[in-house]
């Protein structure tokens, strides 16, 4: 049974950190392209960024380069996203998933996760 669980969301200032975990099961995690993706009220959900397996390249939306940096441990079948300089356009909630490459799409089984919610504001 595939579970994908996201945690480390929170509400912080502008200009705050926050580090994003991804904990999976039931998957061969070591050989999977993840990445994560966010959804803010009103707008479609974007990919934000994807970490591959093959070559192990990292890839990021331009609105976070710079900013966010994405991690695996496949010891632990776990990937992070470690998020600083936080603006509130960052404010959304946040999924892991399979994704594809540079695209930063999601791979048609994705296995979502359930999300975790980060919130920006003064």
């Known amino acids: 049974q595939v579970q994908v669980v996201e945690s480390g969301g929170g509400s912080v200032q502008p200009g705050g950190s926050l580090n994003l975990s991804c904990t999976t099961s039931?998957?061969?995690?070591?050989?999977?392209?993840m990445g994560w993706f966010r959804q803010a009220p009103g707008k479609e959900r974007e990919g934000v960024s994807c970490f591959t397996w093959t070559g192990e390249y990292t890839y990021y939306a331009d609105s976070v380069k710079g900013r966010f940096t994405i991690s695996r441990d496949n010891d632990k079948n776990t990937l992070y996203l470690q998020m600083n300089s936080l603006k509130p356009d960052d404010t959304a909630i946040y999924y892991c998933a399979r994704c594809t490459g540079s695209k930063l799409t999601a791979a048609a089984n994705a296995y979502w996760g359930q999300g975790t919610r980060v919130t920006v504001s003064a």
């Open positions: 039931g998957l061969p995690f070591n050989v999977m392209s």
